[in-house]
Nanobody, 114 residues
Framework: VQLQASGGGLVQPGGSLRLSCAASRNIFSFNTMGWYRQAPGNQRELVATVPRGSSAIYADSVKGRFTISRDIAKDTVYLQMTSLIPEDTAVYYC?????????WGQGTEVTVSS
C-alpha cells in the first residue's frame, strides 16, 4: 500500500492550505484514514481521522478550522486547513489502518509564518 501526500507549503497566519493523500487502493478497504502531524521536538499527534462508516474525529486544537474529507472516485483523502496559526507548523503524515496494519505516507511539511 502506498500513500502519497502532497499540498504542504509556506503560508501566512490566517491562511489556508489543502493537503491531499492519494492511496494506491480503494480507500474503503481501510478501517480508518486520517492525518497526523509532528512538530520539531514533539511527538507525532493525531490531527483528524475518519473511520469507515462513522463521523470524523478531530484534535481539539484544530476543531472548527480543519476539515477532513474523502473522494472515493479518486481514492484520496483531503485535509482542508483554514485559519492557520504558527502552532500548526509541522510535518503532516497521511495514515491508514486496516485490521491492525498501519500505513504511512511520506509526510508533507506545513510552515505557518509571516
Amino acid at each position: 500500500v502506498q500513500l502519497q501526500a502532497s499540498g504542504g507549503g509556506l503560508v501566512q497566519p490566517g491562511g489556508s492550505l489543502r493537503l491531499s493523500c492519494a492511496a494506491s487502493r480503494n480507500i474503503f478497504s481501510f478501517n480508518t484514514m486520517g492525518w497526523y502531524r509532528q512538530a520539531p521536538g514533539n511527538q507525532r499527534e493525531l490531527v483528524a481521522t475518519v473511520p469507515r462508516g462513522s463521523s470524523a474525529i478531530y484534535a481539539d486544537s484544530v476543531k472548527g478550522r480543519f476539515t477532513i474529507s474523502r473522494d472515493i472516485a479518486k481514492d484520496t483523502v483531503y485535509l482542508q486547513m483554514t485559519s492557520l496559526i504558527p502552532e500548526d507548523t509541522a510535518v503532516y503524515y497521511c495514515h491508514a489502518e486496516s485490521f491492525a496494519d498501519h500505513f504511512w505516507g511520506q509526510g508533507t511539511e506545513v510552515t505557518v509564518s509571516s
